[in-house]
């Protein structure tokens, strides 16, 4: 796991990943989470400088972020969000119980396998037959999450998978960029989930804990 002090470097200035300037994902997202947050509490885990809290989130009852960085933290706390609050913490030691949703987006990647499973078996000890909501890159060539991988380490868990979405295009080869380009064009996005796995860059996954034993 990375360190408080290495996302620290990376919020050195504003805005490390231009998520800000990721409209389309933006829209994406919104469409696709607000069936499961609309007036529902949210726990949302990396929660970063806000920007999600802000755009995706607002239809949330409660949210609260949880990011490791207090550095975005401070950041997110200075949006003066109506319906939110923020908190700077290690989500692995965090409490996960009192939540009706737990969003990890774009987040759990950057955890160890073993990290990922501990952080799993920690949602579904927590938050038993509830709503995780997870996103994060598929493509394997990072050695990041794979759709394969995933479902695997998901159903042996105990998770049931109720719908996964895609969320962008990869940009290699080249010519899949003609793709990126064309679902950016109104409606293009209801495209989205036709375009073959191996052209997909994120994903996300919304996914049902198992009940308490
Ligand atoms: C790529 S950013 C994503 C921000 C936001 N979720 C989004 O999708 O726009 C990843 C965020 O996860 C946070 N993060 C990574 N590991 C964490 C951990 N163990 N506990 C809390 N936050 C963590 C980082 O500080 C960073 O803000």
Known sequence: MRTAADFNLYYATPDPWHISHA??????????????????SVLELGCGEGHLTQTTFSKARSVVGID????????????GLPN????????????????????????????????????????????????LLLSGPIVDYRRHFS???LMHEFTTLGFTPLKFFNLSVYWYPPSSRIIAGLIKLPLGHTLLD????????QRLYALRAPKRH
């Open 23 to 40: 409209r389309f994902r933006d829209k994406v997202l919104r469409r696709r989470l607000k069936p499961f947050i609309r007036d529902k």
């Open 68 to 79: 490791i960085s207090d550095v975005a933290i401070t950041r997110a706390k200075s949006l």
């Open 84 to 131: 939110a609050r923020f908190e700077c913490a290690d989500f692995l030691q965090a409490s996960f119980e009192g939540y009706d949703v737990i969003a990890a987006l774009e987040c759990v990647y950057f955890l160890s396998f073993e990290e990922q499973g501990a952080f799993l078996e920690k949602v579904a000890k927590e938050h038993p037959d509830k709503i």
């Open 147 to 149: 759709h394969k991988r």
């Open 194 to 201: 036709w375009i073959p796995e191996s052209m997909i860059y």
